[in-house]
């Protein structure tokens, strides 16, 4: 391929993993104060050998491979893993290695190309030109069979878009497109029939073909499927393994010492599962991972793994000048550009925003027809920031709704996408709040106060769902603050009214200085007397508080509460994680 790599094994020695007793079990009476999920596994994987990762329901498959590949965010994690003798550092490992999650997880309203090109635009080295970065991405279309589907929006999971299988390839090339040297996938065929299983294992052996070190888990694969596997890594319920070893033509090398061998014609991944489960110890009186121990395969991999745990002579350890292949600017333009592409193409929310918008427009503005220019009562006055108020509220509140659900898939996305070390949260943050800023103007416009308005409500909606676990914990926050702004604006109840003991929340309601800015910029010099002998002016003053020379402060706090929102937001995404491993 257009862009060579180093080929990199990986060893593990005694490997164990293990978390805090859950609360269940130690009510039940277990004493233990850790509950022991992997117990000293040890083995290797090499380059242009693919392996199989299996066992029982709960033997641990897919809880070694996020530990072997770094995506453990809890518990604690002993023995010796080292890249190609040397110990390894997350850091620099994320920067050879892939990781295909079991669910296909992608941005639905990219394109497969895109999707190609974004990944590698952020994950290949700054030394790569564009020129050779696109050659490399239609090499990997071509090597897991895209070329077909390159303008095909990548959709929803079983909504719209690419099929199982296809989204199963797309998550393999978005992989490959990082040029890795070690490739995890975590159940590739999963519910996938066996046409669709047959293709994506063909995309598979092509990527070991390359000389990657390739591993999947796997669950009860069909004989076609398991004879494409060349190594298998076989966990009995406990995370401890009972067979570590080439499989052989045929799956002719594969035996467990004290059972019989397998019959001919009879699939050796469910023999495997039949022979090694917790009846057959207790039948046979034996324990699968005392006997693995005691033989000489056992041995045999033992001196391997010493054998690659020594550097090769001349080689040196990873090393990498930044943490991220890209720079902070090329990472925020990267994911802009993506953020763009997927709100544009996302009619439910642009399209559904525009036609809410237009007859919002339409209502309100036929319902106070040429009411600003006759001022003459001050229930024509009230009526003026009634309309004022109520619009810009609503759309507000809609929008502010509207953006928590893309946000809540965004975020999705980018718990793979920096797990894989392709950005920092900082650039993804930032780069959608700068997808939804809006043009300003000058600060005597009262639409200005008002596209400020739409701006920081849209970033609040982004904010809370970037604090929250989930969408509809999001949308229940947000809707308690928009109650109590509402209350708070010194609309319904004009600050000079509010009793002195709440006077306070109004102060720190964003939508009542966004109210006074907006209300005094058009009204707050007026002279015009109305009913009461009074100016406009004097009556904004002494009944609603608000005051012209006040204008510039509203305008700062305004600008400063969008700016507020947006930092707590890009803190948030950076710092909160609701991802468990």
């Excluded at 959709?155 to 390839?169: I, W």
């Excluded at 928590?404 to 965004?410: D, G, K, L, M, R």
Aim: glycine content about 8%; proline content about 4%; aromatic content about 12%.
């Amino acid at each position: 391929m257009v862009l060579p790599f180093q080929p990199h094994s990986l060893t593990f020695d005694q490997m164990t993993y293990s978390i805090d007793m859950p609360q269940e079990m130690t009510n039940r009476g277990v004493l233990e104060d850790r509950l022991v999920l992997i117990k000293g596994v040890s083995g290797s994987f090499r380059p242009g050998i693919l392996t199989a990762l299996m066992g029982v329901t709960g033997a641990g498959k897919t809880t070694l491979m996020d530990v072997l590949a770094g995506r453990k965010t809890g518990g604690k994690i002993e023995g010796d893993l080292r890249i190609s003798g040397y110990p390894k550092k997350q850091e620099t490992f994320a920067r050879v290695s892939g990781y295909c999650e079991q669910t296909d997880i992608h941005s639905p309203h990219v394109t497969v190309h895109e999707s190609l090109i974004y990944s590698a635009w952020l994950r290949l080295p700054v030394e790569v030109d564009v020129d050779t970065r696109m050659m490399f991405v239609e090499q990997v279309m071509e090597l897991v069979e895209l070329n077909d589907l390159r303008q095909a929006l990548v959709g929803l999971p079983g909504v719209n878009g690419l099929s199982t299988e296809q989204r199963k390839r797309l998550t393999i090339a978005v992989e490959l497109v990082a040029n890795p040297s070690i490739v995890f996938m975590d159940e590739p065929t999963s519910g996938l029939d066996a046409r669709a299983a047959a293709i994506v294992m063909r995309a598979v052996r092509n990527t070991v073909d390359t000389g990657r070190t390739v591993v999947c888990t796997i669950h009860q694969p069909s004989i076609d499927i398991f004879e494409s596997f060349d190594e298998l890594l076989l966990l009995k319920r406990g995370g401890q393994e009972i067979y570590v070893g080439p499989l052989g033509t045929h799956s002719s090398l594969l035996g467990i010492k004290g059972v019989s061998k397998i019959k001919d014609g009879y699939n050796p991944a469910t023999w495997m599962m039949e022979v090694s489960c917790s009846a057959q110890e207790v039948a046979l009186g034996v324990d699968f991972a005392t006997l693995y121990k005691n033989s000489n395969l056992y041995e045999r991999n033992k001196e391997l793994i010493k054998e690659l745990s020594t550097p090769a002579s001349g080689s040196r350890d990873l090393y990498f000048p930044s943490k991220y292949p890209q720079s902070f600017a090329t990472q925020f333009g990267a994911c802009l550009w993506k953020q763009n592409l997927s709100y544009w193409r996302n009619p439910s929310y642009t399209a559904v925003n525009l036609l809410f918008t237009t007859i919002i427009a339409l209502m309100i503005g036929t319902m106070f027809w040429n009411l600003g220019q006759n001022v003459k009562k001050r229930q024509d006055l009230m009526n003026v920031m009634g309309s004022m108020y109520v619009s810009v509220y609503f759309l507000g509140v809609k929008n502010s709704s509207a953006v928590q659900a893309v946000v809540a898939i965004e975020r999705t996305i980018s718990y793979r996408e920096r797990a894989a070390g392709m950005y920092s949260a900082l650039s993804h943050a930032f780069a959608q709040v700068r997808r939804n800023k809006k043009r300003k103007k000058s600060s005597r416009d009262k639409m200005d106060y008002n596209q400020i308005y739409l701006l920081y409500l849209h970033i609040i909606g982004m904010m809370v769902m970037a604090v929250s676990p989930n969408y509809p914990i999001a949308s229940l926050i947000a809707s308690t603050f928009y109650g109590l702004w509402n209350i708070f604006s010194g609309f319904l109840i004009p600050r000079t009214r509010i009793p002195i003991w709440w006077r306070w929340f109004y102060w720190v309601c964003p939508v009542a200085w966004t109210l006074y800015g907006s209300i005094v910029a058009q009204y707050g010099d007026v002279q015009n007397e109305i009913e009461s002998g009074e100016t406009v002016e004097e009556f904004l003053r002494s009944y609603m508080g608000f005051r012209h020379d006040f204008l510039g402060v509203a305008a700062t706090v305004v600008v400063c509460f969008g700016v507020f929102f947006a930092l707590v937001f890009a803190f948030s995404m950076k710092n909160i994680n609701y991802l468990k491993r």
